[in-house]
């Protein structure tokens, strides 16, 4: 542990569902302490969210990983007072609560910072702390909707398409991950904490590249176009003459030219409008015969295995059967596997990057609910009828 990154660093998570969750669960990864509080009677929904085998979520086995975890209910006064004493020795809080709901508690930045200077609140929502949408509930569906996200995603002439997971929950948690590291960085020179304030409109938004400059100085709005691109073509997915699915992406003027001399069309690549990508764009309708064609006459070993000695952009559209087996996530162990009391070797996700001299691992999968309660509140100073006397009030 002390080799890692974050080691000493302290983190409690009070969040839920998913963004903040999975900022905490970053940080753990690479060594910071990381403790979960839950309510005593309604856990983090994540441990209910997806499959479960024998009655255990296996979603939390996942978000829940190299986190203790503890009960508290922060609206009793024992609870509220508990939370203090970890906060005076914490370094960071993320929380993810409707605005005001700390502050209701009366464990707002006011009575935090006063127990802690040095503490970073990391507040994720919705929509932010403020504006007119801040208190409506918030969920990273309505950041995809809202940004513009859905509004790119599908076929032309079909609905919106949102995304069949936490798209826009998975981008806030890393850029909230982020955000937490640049405001420990800022602690370094001035000594004290700070509120971070993540909504989850925004991230999203940032990952959609420069639309509200294009609309902005041209008046323009990107439009769907299903799996083909504005920029470049060809790029599609394309199926094969087995049945399966690859795609294929130009972003560079030489891989489309290794493309067509590739599929046998050659001759495209002296036309005017080949010369960049927008051109290119403009005519998919011929780049995609082209290239469709020539893969639908081969299977997909084949034309992976062509595209690769062609130095072309290929890759085959796996599900994630394929993913667990496939050789190069083995090689970079991006799929690793994990003991678990529960079900013995388990497999899932590895942190993610590697560090040459301080790597980050998976020390624990998710633990039961309120599993490190006494522990934590033992190492915290209280005694064991103090804990008694919390549960008796409800507390934890």
Not at 78 to 104: M, Q, S, Y
Not at 137 to 145: H, R
Not at 271 to 279: N, Q
Not at 345 to 367: C, E, H, K, Y
């Amino acid at each position: 542990m002390s080799r890692t990154p974050l080691h000493g660093l302290r983190v409690l998570d009070l969040a839920t569902l998913f963004a903040g969750p999975l900022a905490a669960t970053a940080l753990g990864d690479f060594g910071a302490e990381v403790i979960k509080v839950e309510h005593p009677t309604k856990p983090d929904p994540s441990r209910g969210h997806g499959p479960a085998k024998d009655g255990i979520g296996l979603w939390w086995k996942h978000l829940g990983r190299n986190k203790r975890t503890i009960t508290l209910n922060l609206s009793t006064p024992g609870g509220r007072a508990t939370l203090l004493r970890l906060a005076a020795t914490t370094d960071v809080i993320i929380e993810n609560f409707r605005p005001g709901t700390l502050e209701k508690w009366d464990l707002g930045w006011p009575e935090l910072s006063a127990v802690n200077p040095r503490l970073v609140l990391t507040r994720v929502t919705g929509f932010g702390q403020f504006g007119p949408y801040a208190h409506r509930p918030g969920f990273g569906t309505l950041a995809e909707a809202m940004s513009g996200f859905a509004a790119l995603t599908g076929e032309p002439d079909a609905p919106p398409v949102l995304p069949p997971f936490g798209l826009a929950d998975s981008i806030a948690g890393l850029a909230t991950a982020f955000a937490v590291l640049t405001a420990l960085a800022a602690r370094e020179r001035t000594g004290e904490g700070q509120v971070v304030d993540l909504a989850l409109i925004e991230p999203m938004l940032s990952v959609l590249g420069p639309q509200p400059t294009w609309y902005d100085q041209l008046g323009y709005v990107q439009q769907r176009t299903g799996n083909r691109s504005a920029n470049n073509a060809p790029r599609n997915t394309y199926r094969t003459a087995d049945g399966s699915w690859v795609a294929v992406s130009t972003s560079a003027q030489s891989v489309a030219e290794r493309v067509m001399r590739l599929v046998g069309r050659p001759e495209l690549i002296d036309e005017p409008w080949f010369a960049t990508g927008a051109d290119r764009a403009r005519h998919a309708d011929v780049l995609d015969r082209a290239v469709g064609g020539w893969i639908a006459e081969r299977t997909r070993d084949e034309v992976v295995a062509a595209f690769e000695k062609a130095e072309a952009a290929v890759a085959p559209v796996q599900d994630v059967r394929e993913v667990m087996t496939d050789p190069q996530y083995q090689a970079l162990d991006t799929v690793t596997t994990v003991d678990d009391p529960d079900f013995g070797p388990l497999r899932m996700q590895n942190v993610l990057f590697r560090l040459s001299d301080t790597p980050g691992a998976i020390r624990w999968t998710g633990r039961p609910h309120g599993a490190d309660t006494d522990e934590v509140l033992t190492e915290l100073g209280l005694t064991a009828a103090e804990v008694a006397a919390l549960r008796t009030e409800g507390a934890v």
